[in-house]
């Protein structure tokens, strides 16, 4: 889902320390702000991602009265369109695929997902996001097939068998878990279509797929207001947030010790963190703890920016990440991203040259001949402004050029296939392979969906993006 504003490293107060600490377990001694500057980094490195969902869980599931909401928890929201400048909840969203969107809550009993048999040919799939934001888990075209079926989530107290009629069990680690349901429109012709396909995704509690009495309802929750998107990145009361979000993720046991050390400032499920008990040097010292970890988030984004990271890096399974707590961080650059095997998103932010991307000047996209997008399913390249990351306005309505309109791009002569990137319409002629940019600053998403083995193991790069004099 980039944004500049993400680029800005916080301003640091340079401060004399005194030795005031935190009460903490009697078998340690007192947290230093030295101490507390440390700890704060690294709590918030790993704490950022599960805020920034928490906000987005708010937005669309909680908040009813929001402009961004989209159904109560366990009911399923299609939006029966492609998301347009208008959406500004999630950041860099694609827009060729019409979402539909549900907030899985987990604590009384799982939940049945009933997929339509969908026809071959169209891509569809459901992304399983944990309140840590790892992908645990996909239904869809590349792991289970069009045919349709029912699937059990389950949270992470439940056992019991396999229900009769049920294809196999998604388990998740957190009680809270969000599903992002994309399904492909090839046109805008076909929007009737995806609206009937989404008509068929079909939610139940288990009791109501059984037939059988519910379980007693699970206690009513006082969900605490998010802080905004840009107080998320400064605000002590970010780990206000985040305890409250940690009380519906039990502890992994490889976490163990990690929670303890982020115990010692006041950060944890059920723990109390008031800014207004700090003395000033100890809000100082978590304030500059939260610099601290922008700084590394800003180095993380410079090397996507030159390729040493890839967005491949950034989401998957708690297996995959393997503790990397700093390349999930910067998985909220493009929250609820897929995981590589499902789509993979090389990500312009300079041109050949190394220079930012800007719509002050004009640039253009060359495919060579027999080397667009290696894909099983479809690939697309978005538009986004900076430092909002959302879709860019323009006299043409398009936000994004994708293979499905491969039959109405000009070729070049030669059979590769040039985009032309600017502002302005470079003229009729060209119109047609015009990717509308805004005026100043932007980066573009190209989305290789269910990314052939090329594109996952190197052999084919994305091409860049050349300025043009």
């Known amino acids: 889902m980039i944004n500049l504003a993400y680029l800005k490293g916080l301003a640091c107060a340079l401060v004399l320390f005194a030795p005031v600490a935190f009460a903490a377990a009697d078998t340690q001694p007192p947290v230093t702000p030295a101490e507390a500057r440390a700890i704060a980094k690294d709590a918030y490195i790993y704490g950022y991602p599960l805020v920034d969902h928490y906000r987005v869980q708010y937005d669309y599931f909680v908040n009813s009265q929001g402009p961004e909401f989209k159904a109560p928890w366990n009911h399923i929201a299609n939006i029966p369109r492609v998301f347009t400048p208008a959406d500004k909840a999630v950041q860099t969203p694609n827009s060729d695929t019409p979402y539909s969107w549900m907030g899985l809550d ?5 939940i049945v997902l009933t997929l339509p048999p969908i026809e071959k040919g169209r891509y569809f799939s459901v992304q399983f996001t944990d309140a840590y934001t790892f992908n645990f888990d996909y239904l869809g075209t590349r792991t289970t097939g069009n045919d349709g079926g029912s699937y059990l989530v389950v949270g992470p107290n439940w056992k019991g068998p396999t229900p009769a009629g049920v294809k196999r069990v998604v388990r998740s680690e957190t009680q809270f878990v969000t599903l992002v349901y994309r399904t492909q429109s090839f046109n805008p012709g076909d929007i009737d279509n995806v609206k009937k396909i989404q008509a068929g995704y079909k939610v139940q509690l288990l009791s109501q797929f059984l037939g059988t009495t519910p379980p007693a ?11 905004s998107k840009e107080d998320q990145k400064t605000s002590l009361e970010f780990f206000s947030i985040l305890n409250f979000a940690l009380q519906s993720c039990p502890t992994n046991p ?5 929670m303890a050390r982020f115990a010692r400032i006041g950060v944890g499920a059920g723990k109390t963190f008031d800014p207004d008990k700090l003395s000033p040097e100890m809000k100082a010292a978590i304030g500059q703890g939260i610099s601290d970890a922008w700084a590394d988030f800003n180095g993380g984004v410079n090397q996507l920016a030159s390729g040493q990271l890839t967005s491949g890096d950034l989401f998957g399974t708690r297996e995959y990440l393997k503790g990397n ?3 999930r961080m910067l998985g909220t650059i493009g929250i609820f991203g897929n995981s590589k095997q499902e789509a993979i998103y090389p990500i312009y932010y300079v041109d050949a040259d190394k220079q930012r991307l800007n719509g002050a000047n004009r640039y253009t996209l060359h495919f060579a001949p027999g080397q667009l997008p290696p894909v099983h399913a479809f690939w697309s390249l978005t ?10 306005e323009n006299p043409i309505d398009r936000y994004l050029i994708n293979s499905p309109m491969l039959p109405q791009l000009k070729r070049d002569s030669d059979g590769g296939l040039t985009l032309y990137v600017q502002n302005e319409s470079p003229g009729k002629d060209k119109e047609a392979n015009w990717l509308p940019a805004p005026q100043g600053p932007f980066s573009m998403y190209l ?8 594109a996952l193991n190197g052999r084919w790069t994305a091409p860049k993006a050349e300025r043009q004099q």
């Open 106 to 110: 987990l604590r009384a009993e799982p």
């Open 383 to 392: 538009m986004y402004e900076l430092p909002s990351s959302l879709l860019v």
């Open 447 to 454: 989305r290789l969906y269910w990314p052939t083995d090329a």
């Open 217 to 227: 309802a699970p206690p009513a929750i006082d969900f605490v207001k998010p802080l």
């Open 254 to 258: 490889a976490e163990t010790d990690l």
């Open 325 to 327: 707590y700093l390349d």
